[in-house]
């Protein structure tokens, strides 16, 4: 240190002061972020998470009626890769930026256009940026949740639903994803290609078009292909039995789901999950 002075004196330079070591204490309400897949859409939700730590929430510390950030910190941030419906609202693919208006018995959801890049805080809310606002019900809860969580669950391929969850309150948000209008133009381009094409392809495509109640006929088309590829797989009978089931074709059904059972003892043995499944239809036909 004398030296370090002595030079500061000799040079005119002011002495440095030792850096001090940056110590990362936890934040009271930690960053989480969530990815999840539904149907062919990426859902990224990045948000922070503060806790109850013995204080009333709802009506209390976030007062009914005005703007809430849904979270902490910065301004929670929703990421959709295709676009989506959110409780029957329409969004563009793209980033978002999710406020809420917590209600006794209604929250109203706020999704404003987020700015390419995320700031470092949550700006004052601006009605003119909204994208869509809807409406939301709340749901109460029996135990409470001590920590704020954004959750996506009822997880199929065509929707979800987001789950809000904080102390004894639990909002659920409905989202939809076109997943079925964009597998069709792939499944027919796939369909129209030369080349040998799998028995997975035909049976995938057929598995889309009863879920989707689409045209039954060409998924039973598409299942004697798959079957003529994989005569051993019991699922496509299992497939071709409700088919034939849901068109009210009894005898049909009838002769599919015994192809099923044998096909399904044969590769699972006699507790065959696909097998029972096809004795169940097939005696639900008599």
Not at 7 to 29: E, I, K, W
Not at 251 to 274: D, L, N
């Amino acid at each position: 240190m004398f030296l370090a002075a002595w030079l500061a004196c000799a040079t005119g330079l002011p002495a440095q002061t030792p850096a001090v070591p940056r110590v990362p204490f936890p934040a009271p309400s930690p960053a989480a972020t969530v990815k999840q897949r539904v149907g062919l859409t990426d859902v990224e939700i990045v948000y922070s998470r503060p806790s109850l730590r013995g204080r009333k929430i709802f009506g209390a510390m976030l007062p009914y009626g005005e703007v809430w950030r849904t979270g902490a910190n910065a301004a929670t941030r929703i990421t959709f890769s295709t676009p989506v419906k959110l409780q029957g609202a329409s969004l563009a693919a793209g980033a978002y930026e999710l406020s809420t208006i917590p209600g006794a018995d209604a929250w109203t959801i706020i999704v404003q256009k987020a700015p390419e890049k995320p700031s470092g805080g949550a700006p004052p809310y601006k009605s003119e940026n909204d994208a869509a606002r809807m409406r939301a019900r709340p749901v109460a809860l029996a135990e409470p949740v001590a920590t704020f969580t954004i959750s996506i669950g009822d997880l199929h391929d065509t929707g979800a639903t987001i789950d809000l969850a904080w102390e004894n309150t639990r909002v659920p948000l409905k989202l939809e994803v076109d997943t079925v209008g964009a597998l069709l133009p792939q499944i027919q381009a796939a369909m129209a290609a030369e080349g040998t094409k799998s028995w997975n392809l035909y049976y995938n495509a057929a598995t889309l078009y009863y879920d989707n109640g689409l045209d039954l006929r060409q998924a039973l088309a598409w299942l004697d292909e798959a079957a003529r590829l994989r005569a051993e797989y019991p699922g496509i009978y299992l497939l071709k039995t409700r088919i034939h089931a849901r068109l009210g074709e009894k005898e049909a059904a009838r002769t599919a789901a015994a192809k099923a059972v044998e096909t399904g003892v044969k590769m699972e043995g006699p507790t065959s999950v696909m097998a029972r499944q096809a004795r169940t239809i097939a005696d639900s036909l008599k």
